[in-house]
């Protein structure tokens, strides 16, 4: 065994020890984030069981999310349903399953694409939007001026946002679900010469059934919970004056995605086909 | 009648306020001064629950409030109402609407009875014109001024007023501070207003405290202060630039 | 609808009322006006890249920037995507012809020509898009924007060729570890679930060329968009400080929208000149 020489244990730390801190540091600021989303999810619980959210405030809240992400999810579904059935298109030239386009485009988009991009979309539209609007009004002390008032920030403002965002991913989802399929219908058409009576037919086929659109919706329903909470959790957490909310919209978009990918992961090993 | 008794608060290493203890009788308009970065905010916003002290005793009207948790400030914060630095209107909602919110919330009044009492509260700071204006339309002294009402909406017997007269151009400031001697006068409310306006200290201040480092250095009327030996004060009174007085 | 008499007249409209007519008029428009800009800001991008100053070391500053911030993410969120891919996957063929022995090489197939561009694109979109446009967005609140031009520097050939070249090398990068991190989970997914050795799954026969090229083509054109569009939105803030989070918010939208606009053309036309 060469004899080694040691290093002074003062000098920098090493490549890995650093790596290592990161990584504890990484873990640690995780389960901060979800701890606080999960005491934010139990006091947004609270206030709907027995009801005291601010009606006015809810309906505001889902007009506005609604009408604010329709365009983005009909743009992003029709392509979405396109290029599905470009995908999909290869498969089943190969195997000449033309009657099958249905099918094989439909399970992918009900159960798995439309949720997922539909919830990537909104998260950005909607989620890291509140989080913006929640974080602006806590630096200019908006939040503090509400607590003075002795008006319960979390009925008046977050549980309507909160309830409005599940909302709106749900109700969106089932439009996403719609206009993907019709984009995939046209497209099968046009690329494959699949009219779209064929392909409505291989949807129906027996083969997807209501329960493939059933285990989407849910879905979306565990996805906007998601998103609300970390939009919700972010934005009430934002320190540091506008650049603060800067960073506050960052962590929202990557803390929601990064949670829709596990809970998708999760979601459908629970549901298990 | 509002005591502090012994109020000590740190934000990690450093101690801002350190045994601080006065009372405020009732019914006056009763100024804390001090330098930027003193504690005076800080004081004030323990006594609406915004912040709560390390150690000491707050009593208001009889009640021991510095252990209050949300749900005991809530009667806590309609005997006493804070007026922001920065006015902190509602900026999604038009004035009139910002004001009706508190009217809404514990009067219980439908949208319509409180949009109509809230242009009578902007009538008496003279801001009816600019009901449906949003605030981010209007200058800082229109700002304040329906803030007050706002303020005012829940008929407290404590106003607090976090430097009111800062940002705004002498005109706009000399009115404010009429504002705040007419609801003494006129209504009976204990204004408690932090600032480092000397113009507004001692042309309406009842009683004035000063913080120095984190104690209270003086207290008394207009006259205490303006014939006291003590350098710091002078110095703070009369605005030298150059003294014993530190930062 | 206003008199237009100056007396009586605010002087601004802030809640003008447009009829559903004029609103979608006025969307037609903003994106009209948004596109025609967007391809400005693109040309001069490729002006600069071939005849701008160059600056030591702010290539690699760049790449690092954008390797650094995103491969942590990147990589967890397509572990996930390629265990949810292939566990869907085979729950359908399980329900339509129960032969696992394709699967892998489908997938794989999948992945190269698309999935792991787009889904690893988007991604990045919200990581990489957002905090471009958040760092160009804080420069023009705190008037250094301004501050470059007046010292005659074009703040695009400063700003977003940089980080428009670190993006076409590191994009490509990024994503070809993105879809083996995929790949790579499908494959033990596939195995714990349905049994599938990894050998099986480990087939490449259905990758050809025409494949490679669409998947490349597509990490080109995305790692050309996200800095475009997300530099485009971060020099576009306005509304001072509190504009540099809706800026974040219109990189991350735009960029995503941008992804999978360009995904379905190059697919389109992918399928079109390499049919299977």
């Known amino acids: 065994m060469a004899a080694q020489t040691t290093a002074p244990t003062s000098a920098a730390p090493s490549a890995v020890s650093t790596f290592l801190a990161g990584v504890g540091r990484s873990f640690l600021e995780i389960a901060e984030t979800a701890g606080g989303m999960t005491i934010l999810l139990f006091r947004v619980i609270s206030r709907c069981v027995p009801p005291r959210v601010d009606s006015r405030e809810l309906l505001k809240n889902l007009y506005k999310m609604g009408v604010k992400s329709l365009p983005i999810v009909a743009v992003t579904a029709l392509f979405t349903g396109a290029i599905m059935v470009i995908q999909a298109a290869t498969i089943v030239k190969r195997y000449g399953a033309e009657g099958l386009l249905g099918w094989g485009a439909g399970f992918g988009t009900l159960r798995e694409i439309a949720p997922l991009l539909t919830a990537l979309m909104i998260s950005g539209r909607v989620g890291a939007n509140n989080t913006a609007e929640l974080g602006t009004m806590v630096v200019t002390e908006q939040l503090d001026a509400l607590r003075v008032l002795a008006i319960d920030p979390i009925s008046f403002l977050i549980a309507p946002r909160f309830i409005s965002i599940v909302a709106t991913l749900f109700m969106m989802t089932l439009f996403a679900d719609a206009l993907a399929l019709f984009g995939a219908a046209y497209t099968g058409q046009a690329l494959l010469d699949v009219s779209p009576t064929t392909f409505y037919n291989g949807l129906t086929s027996g083969l997807l059934g209501f329960g493939d659109v059933a285990n989407g919706l849910f879905k979306s329903t565990v996805f906007g919970l998601v998103i609300g909470l970390a939009s919700c959790h972010f934005g009430l957490s934002t320190t540091g004056g506008a650049p603060g909310v800067g960073r506050s919209v960052n962590a929202t978009v990557m803390a929601s995605a990064a949670g829709i990918f596990v809970l998708d992961y999760l979601t459908s090993f629970a549901l298990g086909g | ?247 | ?276």
Not at chain 3, 69 to 85: A, E, N, V
């Open chain 2, 1 to 247: 009648m509002i005591q502090f008794k012994n109020i000590i608060k740190s934000f990690g290493p450093k101690t801002v306020l350190q045994d601080v203890s006065f009372d405020v009788p009732t019914g006056s308009v009763f100024f804390i001064i001090g330098a930027s970065g003193v504690g005076k905010s800080v004081l004030i916003k323990h006594l609406v629950g915004l912040l709560y002290p390390d150690s000491g005793e707050i009593w208001l009207d009889g009640q021991e409030i510095s252990r209050f948790d949300e749900v005991q400030m809530g009667p806590v914060r309609k005997k006493c109402a804070m007026v922001f630095q920065h006015s902190t209107l509602f900026d999604s909602m038009t004035c009139a609407e910002n004001v009706a919110l508190p009217l809404r919330k514990h009067k219980n009044l439908s949208l319509k009875a409180a949009l109509a009492e809230a242009r009578h509260r902007l009538e008496i700071v003279r801001m009816q014109e600019f009901a449906d204006r949003y605030p981010p339309e209007l200058g800082d002294g229109m700002r304040k001024r329906v803030a007050i009402a706002r303020a005012l909406t829940v008929d407290p017997s404590y106003v607090l007023f976090d430097e009111p007269t800062t940002s705004l151009d002498p005109v706009s400031a000399r009115r404010v501070d009429a504002l705040i001697r007419e609801l003494s006068d006129k209504l009976g409310v204990t204004s408690i207003v932090v600032s480092h306006d000397l113009t507004s200290i001692f042309s309406i201040a009842d009683r004035i405290v000063m913080l120095y480092r984190g104690k209270v250095r003086m207290e008394g009327g207009r006259q205490d202060f303006k014939a006291t030996p003590d350098g710091v004060v002078q110095q703070f009174i009369t605005g030298r630039a150059t003294g014993p007085f530190e930062l």
């Open chain 3, 1 to 276: 609808m206003t008199t237009g008499n100056p007396q009586t007249e605010p002087i601004d409209h802030p809640h003008e009322e447009l009829g559903a007519v004029g609103a979608l008029g006025a969307a037609a428009i903003d994106l009209l006006i948004g596109a025609r800009e967007l391809y400005s800001v693109f040309v001069r991008t490729l002006y600069y890249v071939a005849r701008g100053r160059r600056e030591k070391g702010a290539l690699a500053r760049q790449m690092y920037e954008i390797g650094n911030r995103s491969i942590f993410f990147l990589s967890i969120t397509m572990g996930f995507i390629g265990m949810i891919l292939v566990y869907q996957a085979g729950l359908q063929a399980k329900r339509v012809v129960p032969d696992y022995t394709l699967l892998g090489a489908t997938y794989l197939e999948l992945l190269v020509r698309d999935f792991a561009a787009s889904l690893g694109a988007l991604m990045l979109a919200t990581r990489v898009g957002a905090g471009i446009a958040a760092e160009i967005g804080s420069m023009v609140v705190t008037e250094q924007i301004d501050a470059l031009r007046m010292c005659a520097a074009d703040p695009i050939d400063f700003l977003i060729k940089p980080r428009f070249l670190a993006s076409l090398i590191m994009t490509t990068m990024l994503i070809v570890w993105a879809g083996t991190v995929a790949f790579v989970a499908g494959a033990f997914t596939a195995y714990f679930a349905y049994d599938v050795p990894l050998q099986t799954f480990f087939n490449m026969a259905l990758v050809d060329s025409g494949d490679l090229a669409i998947g490349l083509t597509k990490c080109v054109a995305y790692g050309a968009a996200i800095p475009i569009v997300s530099g485009y939105c971060g020099l576009s803030t306005f509304g001072g400080s509190e504009g540099v989070g809706w800026a974040t918010t219109r990189a991350v939208v735009n960029t995503s929208l941008a992804i999978i606009i360009l995904n379905f053309f190059i697919s389109g036309a992918g399928f079109l000149i390499f049919p299977a």
